[in-house]
């Protein structure tokens, strides 16, 4: 089965000097490092948005490609993160208009992080958001105030910026599972992925068996 469960961490540490890491992991350990400062009501894209860990090329999906965004978090309290896919916003106000997204009061990375407990999106978004073949997507981190530069012994847990996001990538022929799943409105997980699989072979093998029946009620030819 071509599903797998993707996480992609974002963080605004790097090596003094450096804003930008293209195509690495996130550092973890302070040593000589610095934070990039974030201007406050300015959005940074995780994925291209030129500060932290970066990849080099947007994240758009091929023909046979679906991803399931199922969870999302951030950090610190006053930095919120926006999921965007092509033009359109995820999080939006009632009236319909794009916010800067949810923040770490409602969803800290980690859950728990400051005292800060995240219990209703413990499990992740609710309904996921679906990303379908060819569709561009992204994430993008807006500082509500502004978030200044650390330097040396100064950076710690509490004065880095995150953002979290998992989801599952689903691609090949499991991808033309996925869009009969969305087609007759069942929820795009593994499980339903795999049981759809398997009930197709059932219904193929009950029909082998049938036609296997009706063979035998018919005359012998030598």
């Not at 758009?60 to 919120?80: G, R, Y």
């Not at 996921?128 to 509500?144: F, M, R």
Request: charged letters at 20%; hydrophobic letters at 40%; proline letters at 8%.
């Amino acid at each position: 089965m071509s599903v797998r469960r993707q996480v992609y961490e974002w963080r605004n540490i790097l090596p003094v000097g450096q804003t930008v890491s293209l195509n690495k992991p996130p550092i973890l350990k302070p040593n000589n490092v610095h934070t990039v400062a974030l201007p406050a009501n300015q959005p940074v894209d995780i994925f291209i948005g030129g500060i932290g860990n970066n990849i080099d090329i947007p994240a758009k999906l091929t023909a046979t490609q679906f991803v399931v965004i199922d969870a999302i978090a951030v950090w610190p309290e006053s930095l919120a993160a926006q999921i965007y896919v092509e033009t359109s916003r995820y999080f939006q106000d009632p009236d319909g208009t794009p916010t800067e997204g949810i923040t770490g009061r409602i969803v800290p990375f980690p859950n728990g992080h400051n005292g800060i407990i995240n219990w209703d999106y413990i499990t992740g978004l609710n309904p996921p958001l679906y990303i379908l073949p060819h569709q561009t997507w992204g994430i993008e981190v807006t500082p509500l105030e502004a978030i200044p530069e650390y330097t040396g012994n100064d950076v710690t847990d509490e004065n880095i910026s995150f953002c979290f996001v998992k989801y599952l990538l689903i691609d090949g022929a499991d991808a033309l599972v996925a869009k009969k799943l969305i087609d007759i409105g069942w929820e795009l997980t593994p499980e339903n992925i795999q049981r759809y699989k398997e009930d197709i072979v059932r219904f193929h093998l009950r029909a082998g068996l049938s036609e296997m029946d009706e063979l035998e009620g018919l005359e012998r030819r030598v």
